[in-house]
């Protein structure tokens, strides 16, 4: 069982997210903007078209778990693994069947987090590319907002309408979602973590994300992708769990 030391606390794998409150939306994007925003990392895209790929924006609270409590941004982006060889997506509403079959998994390109202590855990462990920001989250209402701030300037004000209520519990079982490959690159190394999740209190609507984008250059890079534009998917979910294993290099 691995153990890994950050800031003096023990953190056994796999690390545990016990409460987090998620909302986020997907986009479809062009593939080949997508490709020059990930070309440090030697990772490709899956196209769910032709020529176009998937873009994730979201927004976590973390209530409760190994990490502590905070706030996190993150921009990522399906990908085919480095060992390739396998068909791409067919559908941009496919489901995580799907993405099992064909092999896709999520590239974090971006995770801005506002506290130390899960900065330096998700660098030193997975090799997220978090950084310090101010993560505005505004959650007590029907309307979920992010106001994404970094260096002083405005990455994004990113809003999410409330979708369809899925079936509660008693109709239908919280939702548990298949093994997630996830991908990083930071330090000239690609990593695979391999993490599940379950949600509960899931809302979900086609559209329903509204983005006003700052000055800072991330927010560039997003305007690239040719946002912001309507989103092809936006959900929320009340009360969602991780187990997050150890992280292992990718294979290229």
Not at 142 to 153: A, M, S, T, V
Request: a positive charge; proline letters at 9%.
């Amino acid at each position: 069982m691995a153990r890994h030391i950050i800031q003096g606390r023990e953190l056994v794998m796999p690390v545990e997210i016990r409460d987090a409150t998620v909302c986020g939306a997907t986009y479809l994007v062009r593939a080949d903007a997508a490709r020059a925003v990930l070309a440090y990392s030697g990772m490709d895209v899956t196209e769910v078209l032709p020529g176009k790929a998937i873009c994730v924006l979201g927004f976590v609270r973390y209530h409760d778990g190994d990490l502590g409590a905070y706030n996190e941004f993150c921009v990522a982006f399906l990908v085919r693994p480095p060992e390739g060889g396998r068909p791409p997506a067919r559908s941009p509403l496919a489901g995580p069947r799907d993405l099992r079959q064909v092999g896709a998994g999520a590239f974090v390109h971006w995770l801005p987090v506002d506290q130390g202590f899960t900065l330096e855990a998700g660098r030193a462990i997975w090799g997220f590319p978090k950084e310090l920001a101010d993560v505005d989250l505004r959650l007590d209402s029907p309307y979920k907002r992010c106001i994404l701030r970094r260096d002083g300037r405005l990455v994004l004000d990113m809003l999410i309408r409330p979708g369809i209520p899925l079936p509660p519990p008693a109709v239908l079982p919280p939702v548990t979602l298949p093994r997630v490959d996830a991908f990083t690159h930071l330090d000239d190394v690609t990593r695979r973590t391999r993490w599940t999740v379950g949600a509960s209190g899931v809302r979900l609507r086609p559209g329903g994300a509204l983005i006003r984008l700052g000055n800072h250059p991330i927010a560039k890079e997003l305007s690239e992708l040719g946002l912001p534009k309507t989103a092809l998917l936006s959900g929320t979910a009340r009360h969602v769990r991780m187990s997050i294993e150890d992280a292992a290099p990718a294979a290229r």
